[in-house]
């Protein structure tokens, strides 16, 4: 365990820090399996509102600063051309 109150405020703040991210990922991970899903079922009507959740999610996790900026668009990008391909 620490010994200097600085270094015990740091491990309070790593573990509020942690679990609020943690949250947020499993919401992006949801919202992409949703969108995988629909596109795998080949119907780009029923495919193009989750893909849009998951692009939100994605781009609310950065604002957060749970993601890399590169790393949400390079997935945005994926799932995008991923329904572009069924039409």
């Known amino acids: 365990m620490s010994n200097h109150p600085s270094a015990e405020k740091r ?20 919202s ?27 781009a609310r996790a950065v604002t957060q600063g749970v993601l890399h900026q590169k790393t949400a668009s390079r997935t945005i990008s994926r799932i995008n051309a991923a329904l572009a391909k069924l039409s």
Not at 11 to 30: A, G, K, M
Not at 38 to 48: M, S
């Open 32 to 58: 992409l399996k949703k969108a995988r899903a629909a596109i795998a079922a080949g119907d780009v009507a029923q495919a193009t509102l989750p893909v849009k959740e998951a692009s939100v999610a994605l």
């Open 11 to 30: 491990n309070r703040q790593r573990l509020v820090r942690t679990e609020r991210n943690r949250s947020v990922r499993t919401r992006i991970r949801n």
